[in-house]
């Protein structure tokens, strides 16, 4: 397998564009999660999902953020509008089951700045 | 709410030498699992090393070895023999062990910078 895949690898874009990242978890992993990593507030779930339904999004700064998982091979996170605060890496990171041994495999992430 | 904290922001060592990263964290829960996640320049966020809350043996992987004091709530990782190749970030992460919505997120601490000197 080609473990997480995401996409793009780096994004800049300009503040009140729409930005969308891609990721392709594991086949065959239930569990879906997106974490962004800055330097004020390291590493931090924004939301996961578990078999394509979203269970936690209390990591969601605000309404700008979305994300969504259509089938169980792919999923996005939408900022609409962008502000320069948004920018950060965001991580893609899948899993199987619960157990400690499931661990979690990250995407190398995408590197988002917003200018 | 569960916290992770790692006091030190970077570690000096010598190659071949052994270093000791610190990590504490704050629980009510009984069960759950500690992790060291590394990540070098690349990005990626390798797993180097888990440990159950419940088993008292420290867990070992290779050159990596943890220190778990469950009491004092401290999770140490111990590399051996230091190769240029661990220079990275390395960050301790807890996950509550229960089947419920928040026992599957991973709580990070903010880092530790390994710098290897040759």
């Known amino acids: 397998d080609a473990g997480v895949i995401q996409s793009p690898r780096h994004e800049v874009t300009e503040m009140g564009q729409e930005v969308t990242l891609r990721c392709k978890p594991i086949?065959?992993?239930?569990?879906l999660f997106w974490y962004r990593q800055t330097m004020m507030r390291g590493l931090e779930l924004l939301i996961y999902?578990?078999?394509?339904?979203?269970?936690?999004d209390s990591g969601m700064p605000e309404d700008r953020f979305s994300a969504k998982m259509p089938n169980a091979s792919f999923s996005t996170l939408k900022i609409q509008p962008s502000e320069p605060r948004d920018s950060a890496v965001y991580f893609c990171?899948?899993?199987?089951?619960?157990?400690?041994?499931?661990?979690?495999?990250f995407g190398q992430g995408t590197r988002l700045t917003v200018v | 709410a569960q916290t992770v904290t790692q006091s030190q922001p970077e570690m000096s060592v010598q190659e071949a030498e052994t270093v000791t990263l610190s990590c504490t964290y704050d629980?009510?829960?009984?069960?759950?699992?500690l992790f060291w996640y590394k990540q070098p320049p690349s990005r990626q966020m390798i797993l180097v090393i888990r440990?159950?809350?419940?088993?008292?043996q420290n867990a070992t992987e290779n050159r990596f070895s943890v220190n778990f004091q469950k009491a004092a709530k401290s999770f140490s990782l111990k590399i051996s023999d230091s190769q240029l190749g661990d220079a990275a970030m390395y960050f301790c992460?807890?996950?509550?062990?229960?089947?419920?919505?928040?026992?599957?997120?991973?709580?990070f601490g903010g880092g530790t910078r390994v710098l290897v000197k040759p």
């Open positions: 990171a899948s899993r199987h089951g619960q157990g400690v041994n499931t661990e979690a495999f």
């Open positions: 086949s065959g992993h239930d569990y």
């Open positions: 999902f578990n078999n394509n339904v979203p269970i936690d």
């Open positions: 629980t009510s829960e009984s069960d759950y699992y």
């Open positions: 440990q159950e809350a419940y088993k008292q």
């Open positions: 992460a807890y996950r509550r062990g229960v089947i419920k919505a928040a026992g599957n997120k991973l709580t």
